[in-house]
């Protein structure tokens, strides 16, 4: 079964990717969004939009050694911040929100693209494409 975590901020974030990478079965993914209120919203019009596309892809496309880490980057002024250290982070580099990284791998979708379903099953497979590429 697909495991899911959710942390908020940098630290938590850095914490967290640490200690589930050390799960050397498991394939991790870290999905980042903006912050949510206390109703459950999201300040990000695109994280509200990609939501329900993700959760299907999770749920149909996912590995069930997988795990997903949600991490949400902070309210809108946090974000815009040019101090931000999820911009600045050199491993990352995040300029937009929702991004969705294959932890440790050079593969992602960002923005819009985490809206698409056919581009979420294919980093999902990223195995597949990997096996077929080294023929």
């Known amino acids: 079964m697909v495991r899911e ?3 908020k901020g940098y630290e938590n974030f850095r914490e967290a990717a640490a200690k ?3 799960d050397k079965n498991a394939k991790l993914y870290v999905y980042f969004i903006g912050e949510r209120n206390a109703n459950g919203e999201n300040w990000c019009k695109d994280c509200n939009e990609a939501e329900p596309v ?3 892809a999770i749920q149909e496309y996912a590995d069930k050694d997988s795990i997903i880490l949600r991490v949400e980057v902070g309210n809108m002024l946090a974000w815009a911040d040019k101090e931000n250290p999820f911009h600045k982070d050199s491993d990352l580099r995040l ?3 929702p991004t969705l990284i294959r932890w440790k791998t050079a593969i992602h979708l960002h923005g ?3 809206k698409q ?3 979420l099953e294919l ?3 990223e195995e597949d ?3 077929i590429t080294e023929r």
């Open 54 to 56: 993700f959760a299907q």
């Open 95 to 97: 300029e937009e929100i």
């Open 117 to 119: 379903i056919k581009l």
């Open 5 to 7: 975590e959710l942390v």
């Open 112 to 114: 819009d693209q985490c």
């Open 129 to 131: 494409i990997e096996k």
């Open 20 to 22: 589930l990478s050390e």
């Open 123 to 125: 980093l999902f497979k």
